[in-house]
């Protein structure tokens, strides 16, 4: 698959948008007239800066508003389009993307269109450019695909073709299946974009929420797909009008693209060899292999199938062993030759890692995932651009894959094991070492819990929120579930679950308003660890008794919960006795307590009753409230 990218996604000049799209690995770009007008090279600086970056110059866009107009404004027209043809020449360009026309279109007549659009290809070929005519969603007479490639089929000029933008056929809802049918020489460019699905008028929609391909929700693999059997081969350029990539990092938003479109091509191949006629999966691939466009793969991963540990990060760890400790959580020894220590619950892992001087506070650092083969899986996060981590280990330590996420979360890939254990908890000492956290074996007589990690919410920047779907979709095989919005005093948090088919890896991604770096977004909006108990009453019970502190929840929800709810007041009085919070759906019930935080992380204890598959979303407002209260009192 070819690759491009229109320099309207990235911010900067048109040089360093060039230079990172050479950098991404792109093959060619789309030149936004806007970034060429207001640039200070001439059109033949742009022709040999891109030929010194190996980058192609695809197609020159957009020319607005040419059809469907009267006589003397067609003039005019086709004036300004001989203007850009010979601009054209200059950059070496050869394709024009025309746009339906949206402003000026005064008369709805094919006939009209098809004549007006036939002049403009005569003329084109008089300067060796083709014309790709694109139906505008908002088109005020040609919004459909079809219509336009009706028009193009009905003018049947060499220089005049299609071309089909995603976003323009999907926001709609227009049948992909027909692209199949178009003659593959008359598609001239694919655009593909992204989006969510959002409920308000298209040209808004279009002009700032795209985004890359795997970040929105739709169907691109099968748009592909469609595109693909009709035999296009020409570049997929991605064309994503967005106003948080337009302001963030060029080199890291052309690194995301470039993943999207890696990950868009494995997809395409899947779903191609998914619904080919021909039986068996080895003869699918080979269908696939018919088509003239070459579709890349890419090393396969299943979803994880559970966490394996949790790390976070701290200068001083007394206050986070101390919390541990009273969540019932035992200390394993320290490791034999790194800073760090272990603490336990059943299977739920946390790793407290003093070596990081550069954090002074505690804060989650690391997330370790249990995964078929870390081999294969870290050959295909870093085909997709992850950065990798690289950690010192003895001759004889186990060596973790391990690549960064966005938000720099490290993720590590270890091997699962069938029991839940990890064999690297064998490089850590006896309990009852010296410095070894807190002395609580007294308290060792309350049986352990059975417990496993149970969810992990990460506070993310807003200018890698995007990124960071595609990447745990694209890397780690989580499905991005529909997103909420959690009101809290400091705005609205946007919280996106990234989960396993069976629940075992949850995810919480929460978008926190405003703050700039991921440090100031702690601050306010802490990250957890959620551990799932089998019983959350006992288990609180007993940290309470070890002198936990817990967040303390206001008597106003009790109230609520009661209204809500019409709980047994027995036990309304427990979960306001011990500071519990409670949800209930048709599939069940979930209770669960949140800590107070130390430095930016804090952790939250739960209990899934029945086939309950959230995470108590109603009770997210009253947490973020609580918090935000805490560090605003002083
Ligand atoms: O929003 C627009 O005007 C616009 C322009 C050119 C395109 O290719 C497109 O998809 C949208
Ligand atoms: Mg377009």
Redesign the pocket.
């Known amino acids: 698959m070819r690759t491009g990218i229109a320099t309207v996604c990235l911010s900067g000049t048109l040089k360093e948008k060039m230079q990172a799209c050479a950098i991404a690995g792109f093959d060619g770009i789309e030149i936004f007239e806007q970034d060429l007008v207001t640039s200070p090279l001439a059109p033949e600086d742009i022709r040999r800066m891109a030929a010194d970056l190996g980058l192609t110059l695809d197609l020159y ?2 020319f607005r508003d040419f059809d469907s107009v009267s006589e003397d404004l067609f003039a005019a027209n086709l004036r300004r389009a001989e203007a850009k043809f010979k601009l054209m020449a200059r950059l070496g360009m050869d394709t024009i ?1 025309v ?1 339906s026309n949206v402003a000026t279109a005064s008369i709805d007549s094919d006939s009209l269109r098809v004549e007006q659009l036939g002049r403009l290809a005569g003329l084109a070929g008089e300067h060796g450019v083709r014309v790709a005519y ?1 139906a ?1 969603a908002w088109g005020k007479y040609v919004s459909d695909y079809e219509h336009a490639h009706r028009l193009v089929e009905a003018v049947d000029h060499p220089n005049l073709g299609t071309c089909l ?1 995603s ?2 056929i999907l926001s709609r809802d227009w049948d992909t299946a027909p692209i199949e049918a178009i003659n593959p020489g008359k598609i001239f460019f694919v ?1 593909v974009a992204d989006a969510p699905k959002l409920s308000m008028d298209v040209l808004s929609w ?2 700032h929420y795209r985004v890359f391909p795997g970040e929105g929700q739709f169907e691109l693999a099968k748009f592909m797909g469609h595109v693909v059997r009709a035999g296009y081969t020409g570049p997929v350029s991605l ?1 994503v ?1 967005n106003d948080v990539f337009r302001q963030s990092d060029v080199e890291r938003t052309a690194v995301d693209a470039m993943r999207s479109l890696i990950w868009l091509e494995e997809q395409s191949a899947k779903w191609l060899d998914g619904t080919s006629t021909e039986g068996t999966a080895g003869s699918a691939a080979g269908s696939r292999r018919r088509y003239p466009m070459e579709l890349a793969t890419l090393p396969k991963v299943s979803e994880p199938a559970g966490f394996n540990f949790a790390e976070v990060k701290a200068e001083d760890t007394v206050q986070l062993e101390k919390l541990l400790g009273q969540l019932g959580f035992e200390f394993n020894g320290r490791h034999r030759t790194k800073d760090v220590q272990l603490w336990t619950m059943g299977q739920a892992r946390v790793i407290i890692n003093e070596q990081a001087a550069s954090h002074s506070e505690p804060a989650i650092a690391a997330l370790g995932f249990d995964v078929d083969s870390p081999l294969i899986a870290s050959a295909r996060a870093q085909q997709l651009k992850a950065p990798v981590v690289v950690r010192k280990v003895q001759a004889d330590e186990e060596v973790f894959q391990g690549i960064s996420a966005p938000d720099s979360t490290e993720i590590f890939l270890c091997q699962g094991s069938p029991d839940g254990t990890a064999a690297w908890t064998a490089e850590f000492g006896q309990p009852d070492e010296s410095g070894g956290g807190l002395q609580h074996s007294s308290l060792r007589d309350v049986a352990t819990p059975h417990a496993v990690i149970d969810h992990v919410n990460l506070a993310q920047p807003w200018q890698h929120f995007d990124e960071a779907v595609l990447f745990y979709t694209s890397a780690m095989a989580l499905e991005p579930q529909p997103f909420a919005e959690v009101p809290s005093p400091g705005g609205l948090v946007r919280s996106q679950v990234m989960q396993t088919s069976d629940g075992a890896v949850r995810l919480v991604l929460n978008l926190a308003p405003v703050q700039q770096a991921r440090s100031e977004v702690r601050k306010t909006y802490q990250e957890h660890i959620a551990f799932a108990v089998d019983d959350l009453v006992a288990t609180a019970r007993s940290a309470r008794d070890r002198g936990l502190e817990f967040l303390q929840i206001p008597a106003n929800y009790y109230e609520d919960l009661d209204a809500r709810f019409d709980l047994e007041p027995g036990f309304l009085a427990t979960l306001k006795e011990l500071n519990l919070l409670y949800d209930r759906d048709a599939n069940g019930e979930f209770l669960h307590f949140y800590t107070a935080t130390v430095g930016s992380v804090f952790f939250e204890m739960v209990e899934r009753r029945g086939n309950y598959d959230g995470y108590g979303a109603p009770n997210a407002p009253v947490r973020h409230a609580v918090q935000y209260d805490s560090v605003h009192r002083f």
């Open positions: 866009q957009p993307l746009c694109e505008l933008d976003f323009h655009q279009s002009r064309e009008f």
